[in-house]
């Protein structure tokens, strides 16, 4: 993964991979736990995201997951039809922020109660 300056020429201040570990620290009732080489998170005990190496997949909802895998550096995950994968060859601020809002669309989806609909 090359770093690519946002139009104002400065470099994001944070990669995709550190978005997901700020939000896991940031939003209520997450787990982060290693499993082998890779990272899951997990709300109430349903893994919503992972990362391993540079692959980070998310589970979404499936129409998203569908419309989502037209984005650049996507592709299904092996996980399953509700899960996308995204392999960022650059850590733009455009990925940060794809990967940091599909951090909290999975968070929200994991969660037990009304305020994580």
Avoid: C
Avoid at 41 to 64: C, N, Q
């Amino acid at each position: 993964m090359t770093d690519e300056r946002d139009p104002n020429g400065e470099a994001p201040k944070e990669s995709p991979a550190d978005a997901m570990d700020r939000l896991a620290a940031e939003l209520d009732g997450v787990q982060r736990r290693q499993v082998g080489k890779a990272i899951e998170y997990a709300m109430a005990g349903v893994v919503f995201a992972a990362r391993d190496a540079d692959l980070l997949s998310f589970r979404l909802r499936v129409e998203v997951v569908s419309a989502a895998l037209g984005t650049a550096d996507t592709a299904p995950s092996t996980r399953g039809a509700d899960w996308i994968s995204l392999a960022p060859a650059t850590a733009d601020q455009f990925t940060v922020d794809r990967a940091a809002a599909w951090f909290e669309s999975a968070w929200r989806l994991a969660g037990p109660g009304p305020e994580h609909a």
